[in-house]
């Protein structure tokens, strides 16, 4: 009963939560175009690596291992901090001076883009394997061109069938977002830590963030699981 008594929810919910409504914006923001970054990746290295080029094959290959060999907050950092140090010597060495500097938040939607399109890519190569090769067939025979069939026919059967495993990964993605605190994204997690470092509320301030993600995550699995649903009943 004591140590409840020295917990103040009350108190915390009145100055953080305001702070937090706001962090659910950044959050969105992230993840939305960080979600259609990874699509837009994931597309374009699974139609690479179903190339019959082995040079373009080979090269997606190591990116991938790359990549998914390195934790997601590493790439993180280094996309913050060390690209735009990297941009400046290439500059300074072709006799150029520059001061490039990424914003945090574009730094992160870029981080959690390629990391989660880099996953992305090897479902939707899988899917996209799995189409009935006669589809394929019968759209060249009835005069489509190779590229044609593979966006007009193969891909969106492909995409239809991926549909849960995308917005799974769109859950994970959010969580991960707290991740962006690292790289100075005021987003949740860094707003509960300024808040717990100032005023010392560290149950009630990290109570509330983790009520924060749940309020995020439950329902969007929810609505994930009921298009599954659909999907499968249509």
Known sequence: MNLLSQLHFAKAAELLIPSLLSGFGVVIKATIFGFLLAIVLGMVIAIGRLSQLKPIRGVLYLFLELIRGTPLLVQLVYIYYVVPLLLNLLAG???????????????????????YGCYMSEVIRASILSVDKGQTEAALVLGLGKYEA????????????????????????????????????????????????????????????????????IPLSHLIKYVEYKLKTN
């Open 93 to 115: 060495i072709l006799g150029f001076k520059t001061d490039v500097q990424i914003a945090s938040l574009t730094a992160g939607i870029i981080g959690i883009g390629i990391n």
């Open 150 to 217: 593979l966006f007009r026919i193969v891909i969106p059967q492909a995409f239809r069938s991926i549909i849960p495993s995308l917005g799974n990964y769109l859950v994970m993605m959010v969580k991960d977002t707290s991740l962006l605190a690292y790289v100075a994204v005021n987003e949740l997690l860094l707003r509960t830590q300024n808040f717990a470092s100032q005023t010392f509320l560290t149950i009630e301030a990290y109570t509330y963030l983790a009520l924060a993600y749940l309020i995020i995550s």
